[in-house]
């Protein structure tokens, strides 16, 4: 871990601070919280953790919207907790990246209550601000993701703001130069307290364009991707405009000349833009981010022909980069009833973390991801998300990802001795880690053992990827590095497949990795059900076609 390229190939684990543990009652986890489980991340085999937003903030969108980029929030502790949640994760070999939501700030941040007085002040152009039209209305037709105009009328400036996200979370404007110095200077504030990565959020959002140009209609059958029903109107347009500006790339290389001061920090980009696997490789090629990923492998599409030509697509247009790929996150309904199909399987969350984590690339694991947890199905009356609030019934959406994890099969899941922020659903109590600890053929020790597993071949965390031509429902895919070359397939279905791959002269079979295991006779494959079978190969005579 003290590889300077330690981020390539690593598995991230991602902790949503809220749900993770609470350790004063409140119901709301908190860095003491995470502390006292960082044994258990450790012993999970996971390289780093990521922690979403823990800063000052009013949590309108529950700390993506910062209100002091160099305070802890009192909900979860100060800043000491953080040093020492901080030391005692290096302690573990376990690295640490934290969000830094550059790109808006919460409408209490100091900085956008000086910039709403008027257009005199020394930060009245620190946020981006535009006239109305003749007719009052606002200056152009941007949308916010979260629904309805991207402008908020601010009346003391009798101006527009804009939000790409929620009213109270206003966008900067980095075409600013002391916008762009302050908020470096903010990253530099916890690079010198010795974190590891970054992981950041929406960055491709950082500018906007100056003409403020309408964005241009999307006809009814492209409005799809990232979530974004036909029932969002954001699904409407094609955004050029608001976000994914080619001044962002200067910024980026900026972020990264910082970066580079601090040896063995890596930057991960959140990215989601009109085609946001070229603006990964664009991202990460050269001296601009160190991995980017994306939201293609958080849809609800789930084949082998999808994944396989996702990748490929990937591979193809990111010469220099890195990706790092994701299965769930705190803004997704969970895998396994998004990809499970009512299938909530310990082989299928298995196979699936697997399958995952032998892509080139890094991988996020989002917490409960090791457990098999199932998307909670949150009645209105607890919503909390905005987001959700603003489209139920159609859209219900992001707490039923983010309930507490369930730590004990007791009454709220041994999260809190209050009242959790959201309700702990009881068929998560069924999948606690206290009983999974107990039972050697549950989802976490089958987690544990893959993760285990794949640190004794290297291939799987840095090799080169060669997908092999197979019908669905079979992934297959070679990983090479200095001539050790392993082979990887997975039936995605829970029904037996057979398929013929070419003559794989040499071929061994390794065991060890604790999934459902398929045959290689010659050139006969046989899987189970949401099987797998690794194979050592002779890189010299596979065959394969180039991903």
């Known amino acids: 871990m003290t590889d300077v390229h330690w981020w390539r190939g690593a598995v991230i684990y991602q902790i949503y601070p809220r749900s993770f543990l609470d350790t004063n009652d409140d119901g709301v986890g908190d860095l003491p919280g995470i502390i006292e489980r960082l044994d258990y991340v450790a012993g999970l085999g996971v390289d780093a953790v990521w922690i979403a937003p823990f800063f000052k903030s009013p949590m309108a969108d529950f700390g993506y919207d910062i209100a002091d980029y160099r305070a802890v929030d009192p909900l979860f502790g100060t800043l000491a907790d953080f040093d020492r949640l901080l030391a005692k994760a290096h302690a573990l070999g376990l690295k640490v990246m934290i969000d830094q939501v550059l790109s808006h700030t919460s409408v209490e941040h100091d900085w956008f209550r000086e910039s709403r007085q008027g257009a005199g002040n020394a930060k009245a152009d620190w946020y981006v601000w535009a006239d109305p039209r003749e007719d009052g209305t606002p200056p152009n037709n941007w949308l916010s993701i979260f629904g309805g105009s991207a402008w908020k009328w601010e009346p003391r400036r009798q101006q527009y703001y804009l939000h790409n996200f929620l009213a109270t979370q206003p966008d900067l404007n980095f075409h600013h130069p002391d916008v762009r110095a302050a908020v470096l200077d903010a990253v530099r504030f916890w690079l010198d307290r010795g974190v590891d990565g970054l992981r950041l959020d929406a960055i491709n959002f950082c500018f906007h364009d100056r003409r403020l140009r309408d964005n241009p209609a999307k006809p009814p059958d492209r409005r799809t991707g990232r979530g974004f029903s036909p029932d969002n109107p954001y699904a409407y347009q094609y955004h050029l405009y608001n976000n994914t500006q080619p001044e962002n790339l200067a910024f980026l290389e900026q972020l990264r000349a910082l970066l580079d001061r601090y040896p063995g920090v890596a930057a991960l980009g959140e990215i989601s833009s009109e085609d946001s696997l070229a603006t990964i490789a664009e991202y990460t090629s050269g001296s601009r981010l160190h991995m980017g990923y994306s939201f293609e492998l958080l849809t609800d599409d789930f084949s082998a022909g999808y994944i396989r030509e996702t990748v490929r697509a990937q591979e193809a247009r990111m010469r220099d980069g890195w990706p790092c790929w994701a299965i769930s996150n705190h803004d997704v309904e969970r895998v396994l009833s998004r990809w499970g199909n009512g299938n909530a399987s310990t082989a299928l969350a298995n196979q699936l973390t697997a399958m995952v984590c032998s892509l080139r690339g890094s991988v996020c694991v989002y917490q409960g991801e090791e457990l098999g947890l199932t998307e909670a199905d949150v009645p209105y009356e607890a919503l909390r998300d905005p987001y959700g609030i603003a489209f139920w019934p159609q859209f219900k959406g992001r707490d039923g990802c983010r309930t507490p994890m369930p730590w004990q099969d007791e009454p709220h899941g041994g999260f809190t001795r209050g009242a959790p922020w959201l309700p702990v659903p009881p068929e998560h109590l069924a999948l606690a880690v206290s009983r999974q600890e107990a039972d050697p053929d549950s989802t976490l020790q089958g987690f544990r053992r893959f993760m285990q597993w794949r640190r004794e071949h290297p291939a799987l965390r840095t090799g080169a990827i060669r997908f092999l031509d197979a019908p669905e429902p079979v992934l297959a895919f070679t990983r090479e590095l200095d001539g050790a070359c392993v082979l990887a397939a997975f039936n995605l279905s829970a029904t037996a497949a057979e398929l013929t791959l070419p003559t794989l002269r040499g071929a061994r079979t390794l065991h060890g990795h604790g999934l459902h295991e ?29 991903a």
């Open 518 to 546: 398929g045959i290689l006779d010659g050139h006969r494959l046989r899987l189970p059900g949401h099987g797998a079978l690794f194979a050592a190969l002779d890189p010299t005579h596979h065959a394969g076609a180039a």
